[in-house]
């Protein structure tokens, strides 16, 4: 659901140091937000603070958020270090494939490029129009 991101309050967070977010800004601007923060139903973020800020700053004025039924500050609470711990990153092995994967669809090698090539030749030769 779409929220007005003057909307949302940020009181009372855990994170006090939001960090460089110039690479998220950057993804934001390629990609968009890719998955959308956590707010309750009276506009209090939960989760994606740093997000929240990314978007404000690149003049965005609404902001892709789910909505939770929680209202106690313990369940609030939880939710919002939950969020920002329950993650795993790549490993180095794991970040390295998915980089060659990039790069080998990015540059395809030769052949396949010339394969490629003669596809479309004969799909635009014998297409019906």
Known sequence: MLVDINQIKTSKRVRKNLGDLEPLKNSLRLYGLLNPITITKDNHLVAGQRRLESARQLGWTTI????????????LLEMELEENTQRSNFTEFE?????????????????LRI???????????FRRD
Not at 64 to 75: I, L
Not at 95 to 111: H, S
């Open 64 to 75: 892709d958020a789910v909505v939770v039924e929680a209202k106690d500050p313990v369940t």
């Open 95 to 111: 970040l390295l494939e998915g980089y060659k994967q990039l790069e080998r669809l990015r540059n395809p090698n030769i052949w």
């Open 115 to 125: 394969w490629s090539a003669i596809k479309r030749f004969f799909q635009r030769l």
